[in-house]
């Protein structure tokens, strides 16, 4: 870290966390607001998380999150005592077989995409603009979540349900020519939406559905730019530096400057939230940095057989993540990616992570990047 | 007899370096460096040998779009033309330094770099290098065969007259020709080279390990004159297999029996699988088995039984006993050698543990009554090593047809004979792509003759391996490339003044 702002601000920023750790474990511990799990977990642990914990370092008190502890209810043990009498969504997660994973939220939601509306160039994403949302919908926290950044900036969302669990069985079916029926099914929908006269500027997509989009348009006579997209925040399954490159080169245009259409990849998962990334530019070899919206929630990168312990800068190593909010706490849950710790910069003076990547231990097992 | 002793002399790595290139995405004719890249290793050393850009289906997608010129780039050749070029191709392909990546390779480095990635030996890798070659040099009898004495002007054209006075037309499906192309096997590129000729482009997905013949064949094509937008090379993921498949409308898949299984059916696809080749003894000749040993050795063992038309099953009503037990000394002993070795006969499994998993599944089929490991006697089978894994010929004899290992195929000389009565053999030998029926019996050779569930039918002592390139493979390239259907022509009245 050469720039002394940059390092000045880090500091700040580590202090705002350690304060915000605090607040956020008294919250959840205290027995006049922390959620039945929570309480009930404290009282199996041999350390006093009210007393012991004071810094985010202290969060390494407790074994990591397992998001197994997720799946099946009773759904309300995870709803904080002092939101008992709020209107309480339940968020989904996985899914394909079994139980699924499942998160409350009251309002974390809305923050987290206000935050991440902070980051859009108005330029690019016009406030008042209309949103298209492609990407998974039912009990995935995205569609409302993209529908309230919609909102927030003045606009109105257009949906097309999408459903990836049925995705990932014709996958493991081996039914491709219906995977592609069902893309084609999604994709039509979208275009007819732009095609309908509704002032679609902005939309989301996942990379996948996006190239499909962009390339059926292209079959049709018609592109991206021509359906008056501008701006597009996409994510949801891996980003990859040649994909991105791909898709501005030769989807798009060119980047946003000549093309007009402005991408910003994200990545984050019901758990966490949103961590957004820089502009990934030809001059850096489309390299992505995602900085998740500290202190809210924070991404380390920790070795692969030490999790306590965070890899270098410029290293790799598995991406742990933690929530702090006072509707959710994560503490060190181990995601199944790795990636490259990033330094601390400018707009995010905390760390980042590059080239995120499925966790090479579980990859083969895992179906990724299907919608 | 060769016994664990032998076993444990691990041969020398050869002590060669290999030039480390890179290969780019070709698209049309372009290179294309893309930013991920897949690395090849050698399969002894582990030492880096090429690192493969990689692309990504939206691209081929795309590029799609312009494969009516990749057709129409050929059109402006004649197909007597392409041919003559496509033979000059395969003369540069076996003897001349041709362009590979960033870099050049002479036709022993492309041998050398072939068996460091699949495992092959080298001399096999040479021999998949003839075959090719002449494939190539007698292009123009293997087109008359495939086309059965068409004219090939009426392909170019669409129609024609023929001299017996029949006009016929035939409509090219797909401006190019899709391939999903295997990473063990680079004999099967033979299959392909005659859709150039028929000016049909051509969209490549090489296999992870094998991106050799294809890069080597596009820069012999190229260098014999044949325009470079003819073709495209996408070396990527399964999802760029899937994309070729979906979206070219004529398609060639090689794979396991999963893919053959998924695509069965699909008008678009001719999918190429296990092969599950055999050698039937009729009752007139199985007193006569031991005449055709060398026949059963060679059907099994040529090209490290890596084929689809390697012979995995041998079925007689008697003495299958005692073929086994010969069949067993004659491999048996067979070792892994060096793959600089001239001698050696045995490919690697490269892909780590796939060896084990293979020899793991067949101790599991020999657990069933009436399978008997008849090779057991000569030492272990499976030879494991740091990197790799080889697993030694292996000799099975069945009681039944309806054991597991009596309908096994696997990528190494592997061998079941069958006991099965002539006449359940016809309707139990299940899908044979080569079917060597040794055989005067007029009655068994009619039945065979009309089974369906046989591909290539071989009457009499033919080995399994052994091809007439004049004849179709696997369904006729032509009729899959082109539709025969009905065109009518008549002069147009004159113009009223």
Redesign the interface.
Same mark, same amino acid.
């Given at each position: 870290m050469t720039n002394p702002n940059v390092a000045e601000a880090a500091a700040a920023a580590r202090q705002a966390l350690d304060a915000h750790t605090y607040e956020t474990v008294q919250w959840h511990f205290h027995p006049t607001t922390g959620c039945p799990f929570w309480l009930d977990y404290a009282k199996k642990l041999s350390f006093d998380p009210l007393k012991e914990v004071q810094t985010f370092a202290d969060l390494q008190k407790f074994e990591p999150f397992q998001d197994e502890w997720l799946r099946g209810g009773p759904v309300r043990r995870w709803v904080p005592q002092a939101y008992q009498d709020k209107p309480i969504y339940v968020f989904e997660t996985g899914g394909t077989t079994g139980t699924p994973k499942s998160r409350i939220a009251v309002n974390d939601f809305r923050t987290d995409y206000e935050l991440f509306s902070q980051t859009l160039p108005d330029a690019y994403f016009p406030p008042g603009a209309n949103w298209l949302m492609l990407g998974p919908s039912g009990p995935r926290r995205l569609r409302l979540a993209v529908e309230h950044l919609a909102q927030h900036r003045g606009g109105i969302s257009f949906c097309i349900d999408l459903d990836p669990r049925w995705v990932i069985k014709l996958i493991k079916q081996?039914w491709? @020519?219906h995977l @592609?029926a069902y893309k084609r099914h999604c994709i039509d929908q979208a275009i007819t939406i732009l095609q309908s006269g509704h002032d679609i500027r902005c939309m989301f997509a996942t990379p996948k559905l996006l190239?499909?989009l962009?390339?059926e348009l @292209?079959?049709r006579g018609s592109s991206l730019q021509a359906s008056g997209i501008t701006g597009i925040f996409s994510g949801g399954t891996e980003f990859?530096?040649?994909?991105t490159?791909?898709a501005v080169e @030769?989807?798009f245009g060119g980047p946003p400057e000549t093309s007009g259409i402005y991408m910003t990849p994200t990545y984050g998962n019901t758990l966490m939230g949103l961590a957004c990334s820089k502009y990934p530019t030809a001059a850096e070899?489309?390299k992505i940095s995602y900085y998740p919206p500290q202190p809210r929630a924070v991404v380390e990168v920790v070795d692969f057989d030490n999790p306590d312990t965070t890899v270098g800068y410029g290293e790799t190593g598995r991406i742990r993540l933690t929530t702090l909010t006072r509707e959710f706490f994560m503490p060190g849950f181990l995601e199944r990616d790795e990636g490259e710790r990033e330094e601390p910069c400018e707009a995010y003076p905390w760390d980042g992570v590059s080239g995120v990547r499925p966790f090479h231990e579980l990859a083969e097992a895992t179906t990724v990047g299907v919608y | 007899m060769v016994g664990g002793d032998a076993l444990a002399r691990k041969f020398q790595i050869p002590n060669q370096k290999l030039e480390m290139l890179n290969l780019p995405v070709v698209r049309w004719g372009d290179a294309y460096t893309s930013l991920e890249v897949a690395e090849i290793v050698h399969f002894l050393t582990g030492e880096p040998i090429a690192s493969v850009s990689q692309a990504g289906s939206g691209m081929l997608v795309r590029d799609l779009r312009q494969a009516e010129r990749a057709r129409a780039v050929l059109r402006d050749f004649k197909c007597d033309e392409l041919i003559a070029m496509m033979q000059q191709a395969g003369q540069l392909f076996l003897e001349a330094s041709l362009p590979m990546g960033d870099g050049e390779q002479s036709p022993n480095e492309f041998a050398q770099a072939q068996s460091a990635s699949t495992g092959l030996p080298e001399h096999l890798c040479k021999a998949n290098m003839q075959k090719n070659h002449f494939v190539l040099s007698q292009m123009d009898a293997m087109l008359d065969a495939l086309t059965r004495g068409l004219d090939l002007n009426i392909l170019s054209q669409g129609y024609g007259r023929e001299s017996r006075g029949v006009t016929v037309s035939y409509q090219a499906q797909s401006p190019v020709l899709g391939l999903v192309l295997p990473s063990n096997s680079p004999g099967v590129h033979t299959l392909w080279l005659p859709a150039i000729p028929m000016q049909i482009g051509l969209v490549m997905k090489p296999g992870s390990q094998e991106p050799w013949t294809p890069y080597r064949m596009a820069a012999a094509m190229a260098a014999a004159g044949i325009p470079h937008e003819c073709l495209s090379i996408y070396p990527g993921g399964h999802d760029v297999g899937a994309a070729v498949l979906t979206h070219c409308r004529r398609s060639l898949a090689f794979g396991g029996l999963s893919t053959v299984n998924q695509y069965r059916g699909n008008p678009n696809v001719q999918a190429h699988g296990p092969g599950f080749s055999k050698i039937l003894l009729g009752d007139d000749q199985v007193d006569h088995w031991e005449s055709y040993l060398d026949l059963m050795v060679e059907s099994v063992y040529r090209n490290a039984g890596r084929g689809c038309i390697n012979c995995s099953g041998i079925w007689a009503s008697r003495h299958t006993e005692e073929i086994a037990q010969a069949l067993a000394e004659r491999l048996g002993p067979i070792e892994v050698r060096p793959p600089d070795d001239p001698e050696a006969g045995l490919a690697a499994f490269t892909v780590p543990g796939m060896g084990t998993s293979v020899w793991q599944a067949i101790e599991t089929s020999l657990r069933e009554e009436g399978a008997e490991h008849v090779t057991e006697r000569y030492g272990a089978r499976l030879d494991e090593r740091e990197r790799c894994a080889y697993l030694r010929p292996t000799v099975v004899h069945c009681q039944a047809p309806e054991l597991a290992l009596a309908q096994q195929e696997y990528m190494f000389p592997f061998v079941a004979v069958v006991k099965c009565p002539q006449e359940r053999m016809p309707a139990a030998i299940g899908p044979t792509l080569v079917c060597t029926a040794l055989t005067d019996d007029a009655s068994l050779r009619q039945t065979l003759i009309e089974n369906t569930q046989i591909d290539r039918l071989n009457l009499g002592p033919i080995p399994t391996t052994q091809l007439d390139w004049l004849q179709p493979h696997e369904g006729n390239l032509v009729d899959f490339l082109f539709r025969s259907r009905a065109l009518q022509t008549t002069e147009l009245p004159d113009a009223p003044c």
């Open positions: 081996g491709m @020519e @592609e190239e499909a962009a390339l @292209e079959a990859t530096p040649q994909w490159r791909f @030769e989807l070899d489309y | -």
